[in-house]
């Protein structure tokens, strides 16, 4: 591992300073391109306005309609984090604007796969419905749209994700209205709005065009603001860019949580993860509240996820936090003994005092397919190197492809490698998707071989030796006057996230003691700068030379009503 120093940006940071920063949180915001405090200042009136987004007054007119007529509406949903929250957000957001008759589905991983297809059109129909809202999906669903439309439903697109290109041209459902900041003439600012900030957006669009029409005043129009918490758990769950409109969807929704102002389900959540809601991170979203959520998607029916998101009963919400508890768990074990196959397969690959090969490529007919794209990131972890893991198909006629979810390091675009082997060897992949950094795909199962010959040539011809090194990028040294309880405390207020790393600081430090705790935890105690300091490198239990260059976030260990600064490791630089 290579540990790398972001610039300071000395000047920056002044003027950030200057403007009534906090020194230490002006430094690491200049570092992280922040030029002006209004990209930092987290008013909902800096929110980028809905106005820009292409189609929305479209979208607006047409889900007005809808409310004018009573129309029945179903919405389809996604079956991760972002696709349960936008789905709630819809729910919700409409009910409050005077739909009386909202109702969703959302596909079966296994049985439906992704998105919008013919066959959940036909049971959008069956319902009755005569308006179909997607949310976090729809952009590429050619054929279910034009299904949808042939079954005499309106249909309104909401996505985030890329659209389909077929013969080097881009293609789009034949829908009513598309709203999606990734459209190629969109001209809405950010591009990295979550699935959940789509629909959220919508619904400010929405209100404005009903306050026009004069359904509701200033004074009497729903606050919609109440649905930011949920806005800020599929934002940060779904990984999105942390840029600064997303910060602020995100900032607005822990506000309201830290004050009590969220649903009765992500209140569940938080109890339910051990975690105080009135202290809340945006790390308790991707690391406690969405692996909850997703798990649902993953082992189960997201339909739980939903309920639990979108109930005002206290106690419901506490029995549907129980049950995705219960199942993450179980998709915990399942991911700890498929992880433990995937490595021995992987290692397989290569001998000891051999590194990896430039792609990793595994399959086991015993592996869950709702658990395979975990299983990557964590191989993508453990070695540095592009990984896709391969999963039997459980859905009915497809007993002969394996279905695939890839992983990539920075610089490895995962989308247009996949591109590359449908073009070099033809027939492989079925239908295959995603972006630069996650990607899935279809295979049949007697072209494994060839699929995972093709993704080794890509990535060996893509690939150099500097890419292939780990990196972490850090912010320097910490200062003796910053190690206490009130730094971690500062650093854990702000947003970070993807595109917007949280601190991690790094220096040369003596190594006092260290010994191995719990299920394989190295606890150290270090010398900073004449101070000993407590240390925990959760998941090595490899000593560490003395002193070592390590890389470092700041935590509060409490412990017996006593609150103690330590130091959790990152990583640590090759000699």
Known sequence: ????????????????EQAGTHPLLARLYASRGVHTPSEIDEGLAHLLPPSDLLNIDAAAQLLAQA?????????????????????????RGLRA??????????????????GLTPTLAQRVAATGAQLLITVDNGIASIEGVAAAKQLGLQVLVTDHHL?????????????????NPNLPACGFASKSLAG????????????????????????????LDALLPLVALGTVADVVKLDANNRRLVAQ????????????????????????????????????????????????????????????????????????????????????DMREQAQMLAESMFSDDELPPPALCVFDPDFHEGVVGIVASRLKEKWHRPTFVFAASGAEGHEEELKGSGRSIPGFHLRDALDWVAKQH???????????MAAGCTI??????EFEHAFQTVAQTWLDPHTLTREIETDGPLHAHERSVATAELLSQPVWGQGFAAPVFSDVLPVVSQRVVGSGHLQMKLDHLGETVDAIWFGRTEPVPSPAHLAFRLDINEFRGQRKLQFMIEGMADE
């Open 426 to 436: 033809p027939g492989v992949l079925i239908k295959f998707g995603g972006h630069a």
């Open 67 to 91: 409310i004018a007529n009573d129309t029945r509406i179903c919405i389809v949903a996604d079956y991760d984090c972002d696709g349960a929250s936008a789905c709630a957000v819809a729910m």
């Open 253 to 336: 929704g822990l506000k309201r949580i830290r004050a009590g102002q969220c649903p009765a389900g992500l209140a569940a959540l938080f109890q339910i993860g051990g975690k105080e809601a009135r202290v809340a991170t945006s790390q308790d979203f991707g690391f406690v509240l969405g692996p909850r959520i997703n798990a649902a998607g993953r082992l189960s029916d997201m339909t739980l996820g939903i309920e639990c998101l979108i109930t005002d009963d206290p106690e419901r919400a506490q029995t549907l936090a129980l049950q995705l508890d219960a199942i993450n768990r179980e998709r915990r074990a399942i991911e700890s």
């Open 1 to 16: 591992m290579k540990i790398v120093r972001r610039e300071p940006h000395a000047e920056l940071a002044r003027e950030l």
């Open 97 to 114: 604007l005077g739909a009386k008759s909202v109702n969703y589905l959302v596909p079966d991983r296994v049985q439906d796969g992704y």
């Open 196 to 223: 959940v900030g789509v629909m959220f957006y919508v619904l400010l669009h929405l209100r404005t065009q009903l306050r026009a029409a004069g359904r509701f005043t200033t004074d009497t129009q729903p606050r």
């Open 163 to 179: 659209c389909a290109v077929i013969d080097g041209r881009i293609q789009l459902p034949a829908a009513d209205a598309i709203v």
């Open 444 to 449: 049949h199962a007697d072209a494994l071989d």
